[in-house]
T-cell receptor, first 119, second 111 residues
C-alpha cells in the first residue's frame, strides 16, 4: 500500500526559531499533498493544499507567510513554521493523493504526524 | 467553515456493546470516509461510502449515509477495548481536492 512518512516525528524548539517538517510519499508520486493541524482533543483542520511545482493554496485564516509550503518534487512537500511561538505547538499531519487517472482521488494517504512543541 | 460535526463528542461503553457515532456535514459530497486515530498517532482509514450508497459494511463496522439529511453514522458492533480511539468522519467534495474532517468522537471501551 501507499506509505507517507513525516520527519521529524517530534520537535521541540525555542520561540522565534523556524521549524521545517517534511512529508514524503515513499512508493508513489503525489501531485497534491495536504497539510493539517490538530490541537489536543480536537479535529484535523486543513491548513493548505500543496501542488507540485506551484504555489500552495491556503485555507482561510492560515497565514501563508508564517506557514511556508514548498512542494518541489512529486514525492516531497515541506512545511516550515517560521518564527514559531508557543501557540503554534500542535500536531501537524500531511497527506498525499496518488497520481492516478480520473477526476477524483477518493482516498488520501496520511502521514504519521509531527508533534511540535514551542517553548 | 466546512468542518462537519460529530456526536457524541465522547462515548464510553462496556466491552461487547455496540457504539454508534453520528456525523453531519454541510456541503454536497462525492463520498464520506471514516477514520480512526489512537491518541497522539496518525489516522487509519476505516471505510468509504459514496454519495449514491446508503449503507456499507466492513467487518464489525457498519456505515450509513443519508444525503438528504447530510448525515452519516458509524456503528461498531461487539466493541473491544482495542477499539478505544477517536473516530472522525471526513467529507470529500465533488472537486475531489480536499477533505474536511468532522469534530470527532472519542470512544472509550471499558474491558
Amino acid at each position: 500500500g501507499a506509505v507517507v512518512s513525516q520527519h521529524p516525528s517530534w520537535v521541540i524548539c525555542k520561540s522565534g526559531t523556524s521549524v521545517k517538517i517534511e512529508c514524503r510519499s515513499l512508493d508513489f508520486q503525489a501531485t497534491t499533498m495536504f497539510w493539517y493541524r490538530q490541537f489536543p482533543k480536537q479535529s484535523l483542520m486543513l491548513m493548505a493544499t500543496s501542488n507540485e511545482g506551484s504555489k500552495a493554496t491556503y485555507e482561510q485564516g492560515v497565514e501563508k507567510d508564517k506557514f511556508l509550503i514548498n512542494h518541489a518534487s512529486l514525492t516531497l512537500s515541506t512545511l516550515t513554521v517560521t518564527s514559531a511561538h508557543p501557540e503554534d505547538s500542535s500536531f501537524y499531519i500531511c497527506s498525499a493523493r496518488v497520481q492516478r487517472g480520473g477526476p477524483f482521488q477518493e482516498t488520501q494517504y496520511f502521514g504519521p504526524g509531527t508533534r511540535l512543541l514551542v517553548l | 467553515s466546512q468542518q462537519g460535526e460529530e456526536d457524541p463528542q465522547a462515548l464510553s461503553i462496556q466491552e461487547g456493546e455496540n457504539a454508534t457515532m453520528n456525523c453531519s456535514y454541510k456541503t454536497s459530497i462525492n463520498n464520506l470516509q471514516w477514520y480512526r486515530q489512537n491518541s497522539g498517532r496518525g489516522l487509519v482509514h476505516l471505510i468509504l461510502i459514496r454519495s449514491n450508497e446508503r449503507e456499507k459494511h466492513s467487518g464489525r463496522l457498519r456505515v450509513t449515509l443519508d444525503t438528504s439529511k447530510k448525515s452519516s453514522s458509524l456503528l461498531i458492533t461487539a466493541s473491544r477495548a482495542a477499539d478505544t480511539a477517536s473516530y472522525f468522519c471526513a467529507t470529500v467534495t465533488y472537486t475531489g481536492n480536499q477533505f474536511y474532517f468532522g469534530t470527532g468522537t472519542s470512544l472509550t471501551v471499558i474491558p
